[in-house]
């Protein structure tokens, strides 16, 4: 009762539907090439327009390749999807931030960056990770392409109310400790569905404390709990960061709406379902080990042991250290890998590029280890040059590539092959995620860097 | 797919297994369709095939011994990526109940808007499932939508299981959700004009 999710969620409401889900307004709906053209053609089979076409952005990220983007993608079967957004958005009458723009990039950091994501707002997108957009004071969640189609045609949804929950983290991060590990720690503290039903509100001292940039990692990884969705309060961090931004108010239109804005805060008698506390000093820079990311623990540890595990998970945790040629009770420092893999709506922004570039600096790539640093958009590309970044890197022996979701789940050629070892800034490390076969420790853009330089699984804190 | 769903009794396909994600139901590398067609040929497909494409026999899917139009499998199903590919291959496959002790919240969504029904079971009914199925892979499930019940016929061990009524109704009439919201346009006008959008 009276908690911030509850505001924002009661002010969208429609009408609630008798014995069934709440009709729900949604204010923006991104749409990426994988998961919407089903459902354009859905509104074609059934002779429907957008009902609000000016609130719907699209923009390519999946399969765009991450080098030659002016030219014409290789692979036919990624050019028919990406061309297909831009046709379905032309149809439709939808803005469209084309491949190669200056303001494409990856959609959960294309939408914050332009300002489109706004304290507030209820936010869609047929993509798990759209929890990202939270961290501006946003209910945003990730939604099926059936779904999708709901909002195109009526630009609602019919969804359960999720329960509340409150996850606070206080006191303050050590050296070499960011938003990631908070998420991973936070993971391996509740598993992947330790959140399933809920909507997350992370409060307390550290997430204050972090960026925005480190709230959107955060939020980011809120599904990898299982949760609905994550978010968090707007404050003077988030008004500061939206301001001036291409699609902000502005002028009046500005005033009132920090006004409102201000307003978004869980009451001091706000009630929540569940409500969780931790310790930042108990994090340190964490490593995952397993094929979810729930399976993480800190650099220094050692992976568990089956001790106390029922029978069906331990059948399910032993196919997973088989598959990443792990065994209970290793500590993985020394542990030498192969690839490394800097991007992704997780960690993908300019400030990853610093954190990375300020470990590298001065130093050089491990000549066993292939690095793929990819920006998250074309935005991050430029402040990445305009910081003289890129000299940084590439002193080290670093190139840059150009921006997309990549790696992270392999649909363009960025693939790692079977049984090598990726340390990867991303979200996921399912089988097969990173390419067939592929082997992937989720990790910090500073344990990326580290072991970019080692070769191997390295604790960043030694190295700074 | 707007399939009507009423009762189904069915032999079941045992998958027992914990946090089965979607990217395990439907690699990425598959979903660069434009279309709902053909999901189903590469239902679990890495678990399914080798490199080279050939059945790995050990995988249930590759197994005469099980069969029908429910999976049975470890909690929660479905986690990871939103994509509703991952429902169109389970759906395509031909299987019309999933029955776990617990499924992720998108997928379990995406199964219902493409009339596959999640069956959420508590754990000590799903092992004795698996312990049934594994005994007489004959053994027959009896999924009751109407009275919102599932009963496992080798020990006549029955649970009753949720679903709203708005969503069953759905399912038993083979409406979906735009049928619905469609219907209900003028409601979202009124809300616009509240709300100066």
């Given at each position: 009762m009276n908690t911030l999710f509850d505001k924002i969620w009661d002010a969208h409401i429609v009408q609630e539907v008798e014995d069934g889900p709440t009709q729900l307004y949604i204010d923006r709906l991104y749409c990426h090439e994988v998961t919407s053209p089903q459902a354009f053609a859905g509104m074609r089979n059934r002779g429907l327009k957008c009902f609000r076409p000016n609130q719907i952005f699209c923009m390519p990220d999946h399969n765009t390749p991450t080098h030659d983007q002016d030219k014409p993608i290789e692979d036919p079967v990624s050019k028919n999807q990406v061309d297909t957004l831009e046709k379905n958005a032309a149809d439709f009458g939808l803005t469209h931030f084309g491949m190669n723009t200056l303001k494409n990039g990856i959609i959960h950091v294309v939408g914050p960056e332009r300002g489109l994501s706004l304290p507030g707002m209820t936010i869609v997108c047929g993509d798990s990770h759209t929890s990202t957009h939270g961290a501006m004071g946003a209910v945003a969640f990730g939604i099926g392409t059936s779904e999708v189609e709901m909002v195109m045609a009526s630009q609602c949804i019919l969804q359960q109310k999720p329960k509340s929950m409150r996850i606070r983290v206080n006191g303050k991060l050590d050296k070499g400790v960011t938003a990631k590990d908070v998420a991973l720690y936070l993971m391996s503290k509740i598993s992947t569905s330790g959140a399933t039903g809920y909507f997350i509100e992370y409060a307390g001292d550290v997430v204050e404390d972090l960026s925005m940039e480190g709230r959107l990692t955060l939020c980011n990884l809120s599904i990898e709990m299982g949760a609905r969705g994550g978010f968090i309060a707007p404050d003077e961090k988030t008004f500061a960061y939206v301001?001036?931004?291409?699609?902000a108010p502005k002028g009046e239109d500005w005033d009132k709406a920090v006004a409102y804005w201000k307003t978004l805060k869980s009451g001091n008698d706000a009630v929540f379902d569940k409500e969780l506390q931790f310790d930042g000093a108990d994090i340190e820079p964490m490593v995952t080990y397993g094929t979810n990311p729930g399976m993480g623990m800190g650099i220094t540890q050692s992976i568990p042991t089956t001790e106390g595990m029922g029978e069906a998970a331990q059948a399910s945790f032993a196919k997973s250290l088989n598959y990443m040629g792990f065994k209970p009770g290793e500590n993985l420092l020394g542990k030498k890998i192969d690839y490394v893999f800097l991007g992704a709506c997780t960690n993908g922004r300019i400030e990853d590029f610093r954190s990375f570039a300020s470990l590298v600096k001065g130093k050089q790539k491990a000549a066993n280890v292939i690095a793929w640093l990819v920006p998250g958009s074309w935005m991050v590309d430029q402040q990445i040059r305009e910081e003289g970044l890129d000299k940084v890197l590439e002193e080290a022996g670093f190139e840059i590539r150009q921006p997309g979701c990549s790696a992270c789940l392999a649909m363009n050629d960025d693939k790692i092959p079977a049984g090598k070892y990726s340390v990867s800034t991303s979200n996921r490390n399912f089988e097969g995620r990173q390419g067939p076969g592929a082997r992937t420790i989720l990790a910090s853009p500073l344990v990326a860097a580290a072991a970019a330089i080692t070769g191997k699984i390295t604790d960043p804190r030694t190295l700074m | 797919m707007k399939q009507k769903f009423d009762i189904i009794k069915s032999t079941c396909v045992p998958l027992p297994l914990e946090n089965i994600d979607t990217d395990q139901i439907i690699p990425a590398r598959f979903l660069k369709a434009t279309d709902k067609k053909g999901f189903g040929d590469n239902l679990f497909r890495d678990w399914r095939y080798d490199k080279q494409g050939n059945p790995i026999k050990d995988f249930v899917l590759n197994d005469p011994t099980y069969g029908g139009v429910v999976l049975v499998a470890g909690k929660n199903f479905g986690s990871g990526s939103s994509r509703e590919h991952a429902a169109w291959a389970i759906a395509g496959y031909g299987f019309r109940v999933v029955v776990s002790s617990f499924f992720a919240d998108i997928h379990k969504n995406n199964e219902l808007n493409n009339f596959v029904l999640p069956v959420v079971v508590s754990e000590a009914f799903l092992q004795e499932l698996f312990d049934s199925i594994y005994t007489n892979p004959k053994m027959e499930v009896v999924v009751d939508l109407p009275n919102q019940t599932i009963t496992n016929t080798a020990t006549g061990n029955s649970e009753s299981f949720e679903i709203n009524a708005y969503k069953k109704h759905c399912l038993m009439n083979g409406l979906d959700d735009i049928d619905f919201l469609l219907e209900n346009k003028d409601k979202i006008e009124a809300w616009e004009r509240k709300h100066e959008c």
């Open positions: 301001k001036g931004r291409e699609y | -």
